[in-house]
């Protein structure tokens, strides 16, 4: 079993661009659509080793469209560039809002290694 928390409120807030989650204890963390697109825990992104995986671009305006709970572990994302397969666990969610500085980082510094843009 998991033993990160699971959000009690989870909103699509489309003007920010941000997936809201609040949990119990009072945490918010507040996800960027694009920051989750870049880093959706899919093979097609992740690729099917280790390693950073396939660097994402162009992604800076991403609308994430749906968002569907699946089971009891996980939410399901669908972006309008059509990306839908990764499964963002509530382990991988809390990770990503405690340590949102350092996946931006990450993103920021592969983008700059590789020539890539955000737009």
Request: no cysteine; hydrophobic share 35%; aromatic share 10%.
């Amino acid at each position: 079993m998991d033993n990160h928390p699971l959000p009690q409120d989870i909103r699509i807030r489309k003007q920010s661009r941000v997936l809201h989650l609040a949990y119990g204890d009072g945490t918010v963390h507040e996800l960027p659509f694009e920051l989750l697109r870049v880093y959706s825990p899919s093979a097609e992104v992740r690729g099917h080793g280790m390693g950073p995986g396939v660097l994402q671009t162009g992604k800076r305006q991403v609308m994430l469209l749906n968002v569907e709970i699946v089971g009891n572990y996980a939410l399901k994302l669908t972006f309008d560039d059509g990306h839908d397969s990764g499964l963002y666990t509530w382990r991988y969610l809390w990770d990503m809002g405690s340590k949102q500085d350092s996946f931006w980082q990450d993103y920021l510094k592969r983008l700059t290694e590789k020539g890539g843009s955000r737009d």
